[in-house]
């Protein structure tokens, strides 16, 4: 059982890292800092798209955006450290 609660541990940080590096690639990319029309800048921004755009999805759909902000990732980052913190406070329901 120890190993199933390292291994969801493990995916929450990898989905919080993923919202991360999609939230820096959004910043480069409105600020001009990195072009989209460079063939590998583009890969990594579809492939990051493709992974948090069914997890921003439902909560664009609730939440809307507010003067042009979206606050989706913040919500998604908000929900994985509550998760993080609700399963190392229920850790020794996996011993």
């Known amino acids: 059982m120890t190993s ?3 291994i969801l541990l493990l995916l929450v940080d990898i989905v919080k890292w993923i919202v991360l590096a999609n939230v820096i690639m959004s910043w480069l990319v409105n600020f001009n800092v990195v072009n989209l029309r460079q063939p590998l800048v583009a890969q990594i921004w579809n492939g990051l798209q493709r992974l948090v755009e069914p997890i921003y999805a439902p909560i664009r759909r609730i939440l809307p955006p ?3 902000l979206d606050l989706a ?4 980052l908000i929900g994985i450290y509550a998760l993080r913190i609700v399963l190392v406070n229920n850790m020794m ?3």
């Open 4 to 6: 199933l609660f390292q």
């Open 66 to 68: 507010i003067s042009g």
């Open 73 to 76: 990732p913040l919500v998604v």
């Open 93 to 95: 329901a996996f011993y």
